[in-house]
Structure formats: structure tokens, C-alpha cells
């Protein structure tokens, strides 16, 4: 079976360029996650969707971050305009139901470098 | 304000012996708490979910305990490997909006 598939798996982008991130689900999952990891902060939830819908985008740090759900088999998160602050690893997650109860399944991340 | 703790510095243990790692919490009162490891370049992988109400959950040479009393989750690899060498993550339901929330970590690593 495939898992979370994400793409780029590196981008390497100049301050102020905009950055889009991608992720295909699991087939059958309808929660999706967007996290992202640093050394500081580790793990941080940025935004989950349930079946498509937005549920909480309040880890979102600014407006600068946005996510969209088209449809059940794919995800985009979109930095505009990136800051090298904004430099880490960005990782998507699914799983079935709402994803605490549920083991969530992670992709292999997009590291992004923001120079 | 709420806080999930795991052991910061690294566990470093001999092939064979059991390692056990902690995962401590505050201001939370989880209905379920999961584990996650972590290999360098790669996404966390899901190993075990424990509900509040169940005291203990195994899983081939792991085993998870979760006391809400000591509000603290034990971890425990058995006859550890090299291959066992990774980041382990804990991660508790927030209290809000049911999302999860990890903590930082810790890095096992297990020597032949």
C-alpha cells in the first residue's frame, strides 16, 4: 500500500519566493495534518482537515501560511512570501476518523531552507 | 499551562537490556496517549495507543503503561537492538479541539 506521499522532498528557495508543499493521503483516510519539526520547537500541528473541511488552523503562524483540501486525495500548504525563519522540516499525516484515537500516518517530510 | 515532557538528554543502553523511556505531562487530562518513532530523515511511524482506562498495552517487545495519577506514560523496548536505535515521540490528545500534541523526543540509541 502507498503511504503519504509528499513532494517536494527538498526545496532550497530564496527569502520572499513563494513555497508550495504537496501531499497525497492514504486512499480511505479523511483526516489530513500538516506539522512541522524543528530542533527549538519539535513537532508542532499547523492545521488539520477533516473530510476536506478545515477543522483547526490555530497552529498556523501567520498569515504568510496557507493550506488547501481540494478534494479527498490531495493537499497543498503555501508559505507567501517565505522568511528564513520559516526553515524546517513540513511534514502531512492522515488517518481515519479525527487522528487521536487513530494512529496517524506520516509522509517522509519536505525539508525547506528559506536563504 | 500544558506540558508534555520526555527525557532530553539520550539514552544510551547495551544490546539486550531493556530500555525504558518517560513521558510526563501536566495540565492534561488525555483520553488516549500514542507513541511514535522517528529515523533520522524520515516521518514518525505510529507503534502503540493506550486509552486512559487501560493500565498497560503491549506489543511484541514493546509495552506501554499510562498512570493518569502520575500523569506519566512508561515506554519499554525489551531485549533491545541496534535496529531499535531512533526517536521516540509521545503525543497526548489536546484538551481543546482534540488535536495531538507531541513532545520533544528522546533519542534511544542501543550498542552491541
Known amino acids: 500500500d502507498a503511504g503519504v506521499i509528499q513532494s517536494p522532498r527538498h526545496e532550497v528557495t530564496e527569502m520572499g519566493q513563494e513555497v508550495t508543499l504537496r501531499c497525497k493521503p492514504i486512499s480511505g483516510h479523511n483526516s489530513l495534518f500538516w506539522y512541522r519539526q524543528t530542533m527549538m520547537r519539535g513537532l508542532e500541528l499547523l492545521i488539520y482537515f477533516n473530510n476536506n473541511v478545515p477543522i483547526d488552523d490555530s497552529g498556523m503562524p501567520e498569515d504568510r501560511f496557507s493550506a488547501k483540501m481540494p478534494n479527498a486525495s490531495f493537499s497543498t500548504l503555501k508559505i507567501q512570501p517565505s522568511e528564513p525563519r520559516d526553515s524546517a522540516v513540513y511534514f502531512c499525516?492522515?488517518?481515519?476518523?479525527?487522528?487521536?484515537?487513530?494512529?496517524?500516518?506520516f509522509g517522509d517530510g519536505t525539508r525547506l531552507s528559506i536563504l | 499551562s500544558q506540558k508534555i515532557e520526555q527525557n532530553s538528554e539520550a539514552l544510551n543502553i547495551q544490546e539486550g537490556k531493556t530500555a525504558t523511556l518517560t513521558c510526563n505531562y501536566t495540565?492534561?487530562?488525555?483520553?488516549?496517549l500514542q507513541w511514535y518513532r522517528q529515523d533520522p530523515g524520515r516521518g514518525p511511524v505510529f507503534l502503540l495507543l493506550?486509552?486512559?482506562?487501560?493500565k498497560e498495552k503491549r506489543k511484541e517487545r514493546l509495552k506501554v503503561t499510562f498512570d493518569t495519577t502520575l500523569k506519566q506514560s512508561l515506554f519499554h523496548i525489551t531485549a533491545s537492538q541496534p535496529a531499535d536505535s531512533a526517536t521516540y515521540l509521545c503525543?497526548?490528545?489536546?484538551?481543546?479541539?482534540?488535536?495531538?500534541?507531541f513532545g520533544q523526543g528522546t533519542e534511544l540509541s542501543v550498542k552491541p
Open positions: 499525516a492522515s488517518s481515519l476518523g479525527r487522528g487521536h484515537d487513530q494512529p496517524q500516518h
Open positions: 493506550i486509552r486512559e482506562n487501560e
Open positions: 503525543a497526548l490528545v489536546s484538551n481543546q479541539g482534540g488535536k495531538l500534541i
Open positions: 495540565n492534561y487530562s488525555p483520553a488516549y
